[in-house]
């Protein structure tokens, strides 16, 4: 059984950190670019960074660049997001995301390209 479950979510104030992890099981996580995604109340989801299969490639929205870092570690099949100086509009049910990648480099940003997803974290920022 495929699943990613994500953890690290909580409520932090405003200029604080969190390191959100995701947790691959039921599939070859090195073959799979991953992703992070957000959704904020009556918002879509959005990208928010991705990582390619081999990690040696990487992409942010730009909102979120020099904040986030995006990284995996495939010999423990997670992902991990490193989240620093918190704004309260990072506020949003973040969900890691997995596509079969048959390029080590290749990169995705598109949330529809994403067929394996999580159930959720929620991330709170109170300013």
């Known amino acids: 059984q495929v699943q990613l479950v994500e953890s690290g979510g909580g409520l932090v104030q405003a200029g604080g950190s969190l390191k959100l992890s995701c947790a691959a099981s039921?599939?070859?996580?090195?073959?799979?670019?991953m992703g992070w995604f957000r959704q904020a109340p009556g918002g879509e989801r959005e990208f928010v960074a991705v990582?390619?299969?081999?990690?040696?490639?990487?992409n942010y929205t730009g909102s979120v660049k020099d904040r986030f870092t995006i990284s995996r570690d495939n010999a423990k099949n997670t992902m991990y997001l490193q989240m620093n100086s918190l704004k309260p509009e990072d506020t949003a049910v973040y969900y890691c995301a997995a596509r079969r990648s048959f390029i080590t480099t290749y990169i995705d940003r598109k949330t529809q390209s994403y067929n394996i997803w999580g159930q959720g974290t929620q991330v709170t920022v109170s300013s």
């Open positions: 039921g599939l070859t996580f090195s073959n799979y670019g």
């Open positions: 990582i390619s299969r081999s990690g040696g490639t990487t």
